[in-house]
């Protein structure tokens, strides 16, 4: 008869009903955490291990400071990649979303085939990256590129420029081609999150003499300014560290024109030296985590 | 009691959360340190697909051992023409990465030889077909994550690199007897893979020599009256009188592929260097460089490079010259092969074959062996030493050396007919006359860091894109050659 007194009497003392439900949440959530652990937190910890040593391929290597970092800071491709890097992040987010937006607007309006356009919009981003790059590459070919052939055949008589060969406008060409490649996604979150505002508040607005600026301004923006913060952090990590446009279309040149962090640690690699490739892709962490922090603060302040 | 009910709850949940944590880091700490796998008898098959997909079960489980000891060197030299006889058995599935090259005709072909050793011996072997551009990536992954084939070919750059952190399977046996077999290596394959270089030992077996021969177009030559040039200040001057565009004289890479590092062997016969002769100290500046990166930029700012020679991928230049917009290149036979496959046969009838122009100091035709290599790692070394041996046998190489792009390695090779052919020919002679990789600089792995960064290709893009004079641009160069040098005192 004790025994289940005691029993009872011990649960009692340390799991309530709801610090058992609690318990419960926390074991459901933990397969979750531990694979974020598994395949966030454990390689990121580690790269930023391996970038304090002297690790290459085949030997573990010593730990050695901040002697790669040093290396790194004193290399002139790396500033330049750097500055390439927050540059083409910079750039190409302003245009997806003045591109991503205004088509957004556009297919949020009642017009024709609206179902085929919208599909339309998503083939850039459906097709495979390299693809989409390779055929950027050979448009802007300096010969028989179908940039050339079609300003020429407008009369514009540009003869042959080399796009991807002059520090001008390699990055540029860079620049449009992740654009075309990545606006489709922005335009279809920002149109996802248009069809949630509500229509009377466009119509109470309208009651109150609001015109299409400031309804613009007053509903559409604020209302969708919680898709505008989280599409601009992803689209700005995807950016930051995507190798195969610039690989694909300059392999970082001419020069050091469109060097970008990933092709400079892919360079890293390719001699084996693991320890300062590594330190190259964590350098930009700092940056992307001031935008995290930066973007979750708004989040915060908007909840 | 509050504080108490929450002390516990808290230490279960830091408990249970800190120990699967700990587990987890360390399960995966395990996994990316721990050495090579033991090859010990009756140990179960672990090996994985390189590219992560599931690890096959294994084939033979009777076959415990590693290798059978009929695959052992035999004393009988000749034994190297044709297979070893006698059973082979395998652990599991072995695995092959063959390095891909242009010619789809050698790609079938190689992977075919090795699959039908597979049959013959009962063994399961997959085959892997990899771009040679990317073999150096893939095989960092792979010893990382300890998943390296069983066997596989690479370029000396990769072997010196694997020799010195000793990945690889001492092959002096299995050279000793090819060699012998088959006449005796040909001395620039037996110098490029001295043992002194690579931690002591023979850890590859050469299987073709690749190098750089000079494509000109005989017809554009002939209108113009132009004889094939033997320097390469003839060679700016013939690309001057013939450029017209869309046609350019001089078709050579510029950017940052391997390609571009062709011009460290220009540099190179104009007398510039890129280290001391002890292979230590970055000595890029000097007069003979500066003169050197005169004469290129000078070229390039007189237009006889095609447009994108800066950004050109590895394929620029075939790309160029299969389009016809290019009257020199500089390339390892590929091109030809593209031309032919393309049926063009008008390129082909009208495209002369030399060895590289010479610099004012002297003439650099450099040229390197590729190695079939076995990584200590893998749990069938003997086997694998076996599919080596049985893939140079000659029946098979001559067969493959006329559809490949390779030279000899072997004296015996040289009696190849597949190296009648004028381009074979021009790579047969490359191996028996070329320079040494990296002559007359010492090829180190501080040298192959060198050319993996591009440095000069980059020094010369500095000059014809972003303006910089001569003198920046060289020291900028020196700076990082010297940065990269240090890295290895």
Redesign the interface.
Known sequence: MTAPVTQASGRRRYLTMAHREALGGYLMVLPVCLVLLGLVAYPFIYAIVISFTSRVVGDPGVFVGFRNYQFLFNWVSFNRALTNTVTLVVVTDILKFCIGLGLALLLNEKIKAQGLFRSFILLPWAMPAFVSYLTWRLLFLPIGGGINLLLNSFGLNVGVIDWLGQRSTAMPAVIIATVWRGFPFWAISFLAALQNVPPEQYEAAKVDGAGTWQRFRYITLPSIRHVIIVVTLLSSIWTANSFESIWIMTQGGPSDATMVLPVLAFFGLQSQRLGEAAAVSVAIVPALAILVFIVAALLQRED | ?RN??QL??RT??SG??GS??AA??AA?SGA??TPAASTAPGAAPTQANPFGSAAPTATKPAASAVASSSTAPSSNANAATSPSAGPITATGKMTYWGGLIFSDDANNMLSQAVKDWGKQNKIEIDVVMINQNET??K??AA??SNTMPDALDMGLDLML??SN???LTALDDLYQKIGTAQGGWLKGTEDATDPKKFGGSRNGIPFGVSGNLLFSRKDVLQQAGIAVPKTWEELSTAAEKVTK??LYGMGLAL???GDGNLQVSVLQSYGGRIASDDGKTCTLKSPETKTYLEWVTSAYKRGLF??????W?GAGDNNAYL?G?AVFIANTGSVAITAQANKDTDLVNNTGYSSLPSGPKMKISSFGPNVRAIPKSGKNIEPAKALIEHLANPDFLNKYYKVAIYGPVLQNQLKFDAFNEPIRAGLADLAQNGTAPGYPDVSNTAY??FN??YIVP?MI??VV??NYDLDRAID?AQ??GE?IYA?YK
């Open positions: 009691m108490r009910q516990s709850r279960l949940l249970v959360l699967a944590a987890l880091l995966c990316a340190s150096n990536t095989v960092a010893v990382e690199l694997l952190t000793g990945k565009p869309p950017s940052n592929v095609p447009p994108g020679a800066t950004t991928d389009a917009q192959a860091d993996n960064n980059k893009q500095r894109i972003d900028e700076k990082a940065a890295k």
